[in-house]
């Protein structure tokens, strides 16, 4: 069982990191609340991943002012 759970979270990663990359600001923030389902809240790359959804809608807000 960990072995699957290991490789969803390994395949979620993946994903997120290939939406940071393309500023998917809605599908990261899907993926990251899939990963909290499967992840101690202190997990530390979801904290980062959660910093980089907030700014990518900081940089939307002041690109559209």
Not at 13 to 30: C, F, I
Not at 40 to 52: A, E, M
Request: aromatic share 4%.
């Amino acid at each position: 069982m960990k072995n699957l759970e290991n490789k969803t979270y390994a395949i979620m990663l993946d994903r997120a990191m290939s939406y940071v990359q393309a500023k998917n600001g809605p599908a990261l923030e899907h993926t990251i609340s899939e990963l909290q389902k499967i992840v101690h809240p202190s997990n530390t790359i979801l904290k980062v991943l959660q910093v980089k959804l907030a700014e990518m809608e900081l940089e939307d807000t002041y690109d559209k002012s």
